[in-house]
């Protein structure tokens, strides 16, 4: 085997489908895997959940299985290096470490009732009046982006702001200076590092809704909203000093070379990192993203800037189109017994020549950029009395 496992690194990712883990030799060869589907709980109509107890113990058993099926020890990892989703929160009391409440996850809708009532406050009206008066004097498009501003429920903080109004045990942690708030990527790390790390990568942080990145801070739309700051992590760069991961978990410590957004892994991963390189990616979810290099790209038409990665000083600037549901739809035709395998909708959209007019609209968790409205329903339009079952597959149907 070319390489040897004096240097092996283990890779995380811990998606909303799927907890991967990859070993790595020193020439880069993967000699391990193991992965583990991530259960959702949907307590409530609308609500997506992840139990932290239940995904905690996969991810610990995941990178155990891996190193075993490279026929490595532990000794030989040199580092561990983490991606993560983005927009999945949890809050957890600081004396203790006592979660408050499952993972609210990206794709959750609970606050959507709630943030109607916000967006539609005199609030944001005068934020936003404000901000467009500002636009039009100076031309400066961050102003014109703050003039458009709509809370969503992808965003963490609409999400956040529902939870401190409206669970008890939160509101008490947060009165007693007791609170703790982070994404997924700054819980893993509290937990990894036995409780010594209260941190964000800067990827996570720009993705929560309320992390400014034309100022690089916890900025104006977390004062805007009153999320309370204090209990917010610290926003680091990507190669930070994470620490190492507690020894009692693995019988060794670890050391965390990497934390970084799933999205932000995936263009890092393909090499995009050049000036409008793009790249498209499948997963629960769609995410286009552009690298916008060393400038913030401040789109008027629904794409969101965001912070790709921070090595050192250098910042690398992406912007970004998601749409909330791809593969989720693939696993809701095979739990409703639409097709018996994945596999075989990629046979149905090939038996037929196209879609036969129709069309079909993605929105389980409502529609993203640039229609960004949660309310829009999932359907098929075009059907016809022609229509067969193959034209309203999803790979012939063409998604609108």
């Not at 609970?110 to 636009?135: D, H, I, Q």
């Not at 020894?247 to 995936?266: E, K, L, R, Y």
Request: glycine content about 8%; aromatic content about 10%.
């Amino acid at each position: 085997m070319v390489g040897d496992c004096r240097g092996c690194i283990a890779a995380l990712d811990v998606g909303t489908t799927t907890v991967r883990c990859h070993i790595l030799n020193s020439s880069a060869q993967t000699i391990g895997t193991a992965h583990k589907k991530v259960t959702l709980h949907y307590p409530h109509p609308g609500w997506v959940e992840m139990d932290p107890d239940e995904i905690f113990a996969d991810i610990l058993q995941v990178i155990k299985t891996a190193v075993e099926n490279a026929n490595i020890t532990f000794t030989q990892i040199e580092s561990l290096g983490i991606s993560t989703q983005r927009a999945t929160f949890i809050t957890w009391k600081k004396d203790t470490g006592e979660t408050l409440h499952n993972f609210v996850t990206w794709k959750d809708l609970r606050a959507r009732e709630y943030l109607k009532v916000l967006n539609n406050s005199w609030r944001m009206a005068f934020f936003r009046y404000a901000a467009s008066l500002m636009y039009w004097l100076t031309g400066i498009k961050k102003f014109g982006m703050a003039s458009k501003l709509k809370i969503m429920s992808s965003h963490v903080s609409g999400r956040f702001l529902w939870v401190l109004e409206n669970m008890q045990a939160v509101r008490d942690a947060l009165e007693s200076d007791n609170l703790m708030f982070g994404t997924f990527d700054t819980w893993l790390i509290y937990k990894l590092t036995g409780s010594r790390r209260h941190v964000t990568d800067i990827s996570n942080a720009s993705a929560t809704g309320f992390y400014d990145p034309f100022d690089l801070n916890w900025g104006t739309v977390a004062k805007l909203l009153k999320i309370p700051i204090q209990c917010l992590p610290k926003v680091v760069e990507n190669d930070f000093d994470f620490g190492k991961v507690d020894g009692t978990f693995f019988g060794t410590p670890i050391q965390i070379a990497c934390v970084m957004a799933d999205q932000s892994s995936s263009m890092f991963g393909s090499c995009c990192f050049a000036d409008n390189d793009l790249k498209i990616t499948l997963g629960t979810g769609a995410f286009l993203n552009v690298n916008t290099a060393g400038k913030i790209h401040p789109s008027l038409n629904g794409m969101y800037p965001l912070i790709g990665w921070q090595q050192g000083q250098e910042l690398m600037y992406m912007c970004e189109v998601p749409c909330p549901d791809a593969g989720s739809l693939i696993e809701w035709l095979h739990n409703a017994d639409l097709v018996p395998d994945a596999s075989i909708t990629s046979q149905l959209a090939a038996s037929v020549e196209d879609n036969g007019g129709v069309f079909f609209i993605p929105a389980f968790s409502g529609l993203g950029p640039p229609h960004n409205n949660e309310t829009a329903g999932t359907g098929f339009i075009g059907i016809k009395p022609t229509t067969k079952k193959e034209h309203m597959d999803f790979g012939r149907a063409r998604k609108i």
